[in-house]
């Protein structure tokens, strides 16, 4: 059993996971995700952390090495490295379990149960917050059934030129080769930076807000959470510093710990 023998009296196990690599975010990403999945969850929280560096993470949180995946060097460090994930077998769960997916950069904000127990046994995404309507999930948040679906994986093994030569990003990849992706109710997934910030010139005197109904936010590019806290947006063009600029955000203290 990869469950570590939890329950909830009713055989329910919040499965989740997330990839570590480089020096970007350090372990107190993962514990981070890990303390806030804990307090959002009523359900025994079972966290594996794919990495190439364990070290710092708490012992409660199961580690493996990075998954093989057959990518060019140009790719390899990118987030087309979360295909590897779609295996046919996957270290730390078993075959058939439905597993949610986090990236590090994001702050969970309300409960996650629903993430659960919302149309079970479909892939689920955010729809990508800046290509509404156009079909297209953003996995910064997901859900997938361990096992299924695994063409996804085997396809960028055999011949990953032919894959990239036909998708820019992973994102994109999935939306398209899935039978079904659906998306999560809207206003669970929020943007930091394309649904929080204020338009310029408003965000030079405006906090970000946090609608009380959010459950989860997304911090894709920059600024990352730790930035945001004391309102700095990393940015080498100053002339772009005129209107890249988020406030000081203190509910992110609140929330990612």
């Known amino acids: 059993m990869t469950d570590q023998g939890l329950t909830d009296g009713q055989g329910n196990v919040a499965h989740a996971a997330c990839i570590k690599w480089g020096t970007r975010y350090g372990a107190d990403y993962v514990t981070r995700l890990h303390s806030a999945l804990k307090r959002n969850l009523t359900m025994p929280l079972h966290l594996v952390c794919y990495t190439d560096d364990p070290t710092g993470i708490p012992d409660e949180i199961e580690c493996h090495p990075l998954p093989e995946i057959n990518l060019p060097e140009d790719v390899r460090w990118t987030p087309w490295r979360k295909i590897s994930l779609w295996q046919s077998e996957l270290a730390g769960f078993n075959h058939g379990d439905d597993v949610l997916f986090l990236d590090l950069d994001l702050v969970i904000t ?103 109904d959010a459950k989860l936010i997304g911090f894709t590019g920059k600024p990352d959470p730790d930035d945001a806290v004391i309102g700095k947006w990393p940015e080498d063009k100053k002339w772009k510093r005129i209107y890249k600029k988020v406030l000081p955000t203190p509910w992110i203290d609140e929330h990612w710990q």
């Open 110 to 212: 309300g409960p996650m149960d629903d993430f659960y127990t919302f149309a079970p046994g479909k892939v689920v995404a955010i729809e990508n917050w800046t290509q509404v309507g156009q079909g297209i999930g953003n996995t910064t948040c997901y859900r997938w059934r361990v096992g299924e679906n695994s063409f996804i994986y085997d396809d960028v093994q055999k011949n990953p030129d032919d894959v990239l030569s036909r998708y820019r990003i992973e994102q994109q990849y999935l939306s398209r080769e899935l039978d079904e992706i659906l998306f999560w109710p809207k206003g669970w997934c929020l943007s930091f930076k394309h649904d929080l910030i204020p338009s310029f010139p408003m965000n030079w005197f405006k906090v970000p807000p946090l609608p009380a």
